[in-house]
């Protein structure tokens, strides 16, 4: 068989959009997903690890008049031409497991998932085509007090994994809310076309302010560039129905605004609302009304907050039903002692409202970061969930309520590396160097015991020729120690330990004088390798920790 | 947008070959993952997750004459027509991290990988086509104190996830001590032809016996059907250097023997040699030769082993090198401490001889289980590897040498399950009872207390109505106590714990007298519902595991 057809090499590259994590990189991310694991299990919630790959069939991933599936999946289709595809979420899987295997599983289900998903989207800077999920999901029941449970199920995860309390908040709106308001707008249900617009309008308050939103809503918008985006035609009393529900933020303020100087004018400066009025005067109100340390004033404003949305609900029974699953929502969470420093109702949440049918929660974090350039920005959404009631039923034909949340997990890794969080000691390995290469046995006989007594090691396997090069190896490991034995030491009986750690601190600052104080290099009995390199070790924790 | 076009309801099903895996079978596996993580952590190796998506290019799984990618692979075709492929292994996705980032990798890199992947292949029963591996592999070194670390650290993995010492042995056999015999035999290295038909002979020696192997390397060999299989044709000198190969172990086993006879008829019955010799007369002689209990025995037969083999591959030198790697690795293993209770030099270790190119490990269990039909078998094998010295050269043109290892979890979990080892209590949450629902907000804060205590609890979320169904929830849910706080409870500040193990347990045995003496309902003051909680828990722990 000679090799007459000699193929190019193959690119070493993964395909675009990929990459591969290193290191601490896979080690901190299993931590995470580890101790998140152990909330969700706290909470009663069953592990579930279904398969990467499911029928498009099953992921309901067919465009309506395409016989070939949604761009947004990697699907190939089998032997007997049935078509296959990577999950691109947890939930989807999640409505085929339960339709699968209701008759065994309890209900209500409670379960939790977590794993990479693939999406065939446009890879960009930091948008990968495969990443984490890490979902909690309860199925088969309506009651609030699921809705609750996983909002203070978001809260504790995220606390669990390292963000304290008041650098995070669990906001929570309700879809129901806003079709309340729609009905009392006159948009029906089955006003999809409208009902879209407005959505989309909504949910650019953001960018274009409360006039770009109003034109949209109306007769349409110019942007900067000139370019006109037709607008939804409503007449002006839509347009202010509608603009009651996504300026809330603004008109909530202003409220507690009004409320509070009230009060000073009267000579009643309660000090709650003074606080209220404080947070409301702050630029950056809707963040800054969260008052983390403050729950007294988090709750009025959650009073007031739920008092305006009824009104602008009007008559509406589902928008009614909105505002009350809302309160009973934040009764749930109260008792259970979760104020508004952790979560709070917030109308201004309008992610998901297009998706979910009922509750919509939106975790984010508080604090600022700095970009790219060095400019400080908040850092944002971490987590997401909401009431989904029809997923299972594509597959049964019976509706069946759940509700579910999904953690970011390598936004959150972002967050706590930007934040200094896991500047962890690099716990790089005892390195055993190799001085006569005839003897690798007892170079391993050492690290065999101190691997045995727990302690990260390893013997350089590489050519042991050149000393240096060793040196180099241990510190490209970000070895501690490196343990040196040559014929000499062998014969009378001891190993050098050389301090990495502290070598490298004297490397950078010391003085020549200070470099003979400071020995960074120590022999010891061979007998008490252990012992004195764990002692080592210990010594040097505090120098690492202020390092980070 | 009226829905005219009504699709059928898609089907609720994994495709074929995949499944899902629920609560404690996830949960075990994170903890044999994590654990076998620990242990290749304090070797010094370094975690990898590379993406599960690969270009079929990199994977190397593209047909020579086909220009659609090997079957054996999921593959697609990306927008740009390039093909993409989830990984079947993670091996070849490690030559193609190596190939791209060695400038930054540290050399020798040390690196382990865990994750599932992916076989496009006709699934059967236990068979699937998704599964997860865990390996350890050094990149960059040809020294064999790499190849004895990888025996070494698949011992203490064994170990670490309750595999005790003397229920595995890990066998290592040299691909080089093949070549050796065979260039003795006149094949040499460019013959491979006959090479790769003495290879498949010696792989059915279990099978077929030493005649029929024989037959194969000879004239052909007609099967019990009358089917005739073409033989390789060797002369009778070629087959009998092969069989001293194929039929080591029988021969060494004659060896041990005849020497032990020897010592005994002599007088000299050492009791060594005795053990040795009824260890080869025991009918099962491959595995009771491991002498789990006797590393002395094990030790002789390792050197009765080692010079055996050194005389079947003659003067060839690479046959001598091979037997020598052999002897190093079983040194550096013995000054580690791992003697031949653990790890064993065995010429009958066949597979993956075809695949790599010098030493072969493979761990096998060696406890019996019950099959499907209650008949006894050995577990056999749950990993495996070598050294493979050409995989990054495809990339580089450069080769690399690297050695590795591979471990099922999936079979050493189901080797546990089997033997009883993962029969840990089921963990179930306390379920805290709904009595009255618009109470809630009560129970609700019973189970926060319970998991800000640490314990797995949770509030019954499905219709409260019938008490029947919330008892028979908790069944399901493998609840080890039921919370119940109706209205006359909340009046006296009690709540009633239900011992559900106790119960059980009652249920079962007891007579009415006994039922009535042993009350498996207490009331308790609802401030110390944590407190009793605990202490009901801590009670059931002992029964709980004499029913495993």
């Keep these: 068989m000679a090799k007459d057809k000699k193929q190019p090499r193959p690119k070493a590259e993964t395909p675009k959009g990929f990459r591969d994590y290193f290191g ?8 995470m997903l580890d101790t998140i694991a152990g909330v969700y299990h706290r909470y009663g919630f069953d592990a579930l690890e279904s398969s990467g790959v499911e029928t498009v069939e099953a992921l309901g991933k067919f465009l309506p008049d395409v016989d070939r599936p949604n761009e947004g999946v990697f699907a190939w289709q089998d032997e007997d031409e049935q078509w296959m595809a990577l999950r691109y979420d947890l939930t989807a899987p999640l409505a085929r497991v339960y339709a699968q295997h209701r008759n065994d599983l309890p209900t209500p289900y409670r379960r939790y998932a977590m794993g990479p ?7 960009g800077p930091g948008r990968f085509r495969q990443f984490y999920q ?16 996983i909002c203070a199920l978001l809260s504790d995860a995220l606390e669990a994994v390292g963000i304290p309390r008041g650098d995070y908040v669990v906001r929570v709106n309700n879809r129901k809310v806003l079709n309340g308001v729609l009905e009392v707008a006159g948009l029906p249900e089955d006003a999809f076309t409208e009902r879209g617009i407005v959505l989309r309008a909504i949910d650019k308050l953001d960018r274009l302010g409360s006039d770009g939103v109003r034109a949209l809503l109306g007769q349409g918008r110019k942007d900067e560039s000139g370019d006109f985006t037709e607008g939804a035609g409503l007449s002006s009393f839509q347009i202010e129905t509608i603009m009651a529900f996504a300026d809330a933020t603004a008109r909530i303020n202003a409220r507690l605004s009004e409320i509070a100087s009230d009060a000073i004018e009267k000579g009643l400066p309660n000090s709650r609302l003074v606080r209220a009025l404080n947070s409301t005067l702050n630029e ?6 969260v008052a983390p340390h403050d729950p007294e004033s988090g709750q009025y404003r959650m009073s007031v907050t739920l008092d305006y949305l009824s009104e602008i609900v009007g008559n509406s029974d589902v928008g009614a039903e ?3 699953e809302l309160r009973e929502i934040a009764d749930l969470l109260a008792a259970q002692g979760y104020g508004p420093d952790r979560i709070v109702i917030d109308p201004s949440v309008v992610r998901g409202l297009g998706y979910y049918t009922g509750p919509v929660f939106e975790a984010e974090l508080t604090f600022e970061i700095l970009d790219e350039k060095g400019r400080p920005r908040q ?11 029809d997923l299972v039923a594509r597959f049964t034909g019976q509706t069946v309520p759940a509700v579910g949340m999904s953690i970011g997990v390598d936004r959150l890794l972002a967050a706590l590396r930007a934040k200094g969080r896991l500047d962890r000691a690099a716990e790089g390995p005892v390195v055993v160097t190799v001085m006569d290469r005839y003897r690798m046995a007892d170079y391993q006989a050492m690290v065999a015991e101190l691997r045995n007594a727990g302690i990260r090691a390893e013997v350089y396997l590489g050519n042991p020729k050149n000393f240096g090069n060793q040196m180099k190896y241990a510190d490209r490991r970000n070895s501690p120690i490196a343990v040196i034995e040559g014929g000499d030491e062998k014969a009378r009986g001891v190993v050098q330990l050389k301090d990495l750690i502290l070598g490298a601190e004297i490397a950078k600052d010391a003085t020549l004088e200070e470099w003979k104080e400071r020995p960074s290099q120590v022999e010891v009995s ?16 505090p120098s690492q920790v202020s390092d980070a």
Excluded: H, I
């Design 117 to 123: 998903v693939w999406r065939n989207e446009k890879p």
């Design 526 to 541: 061979r007998a008490s390798l252990v012992d004195e390199v764990r002692k080592m070790l210990a010594s040097q924790t």
């Design 379 to 389: 850092f944002g959404s971490v987590a997401g969930g909401g009431r989904y009631d």
């Design 322 to 324: 909105g505002v009350n």
């Design 24 to 31: 601490a990189e896979v080690e901190d991310r299993r931590t």
């Design 284 to 289: 950056n109100a809707v963040d800054a009304t």
């Design 134 to 149: 890490c979902d909690a999901d309860t199925v088969g029941t309506a009651s609030m007090a699921a809705d609750a449970e």
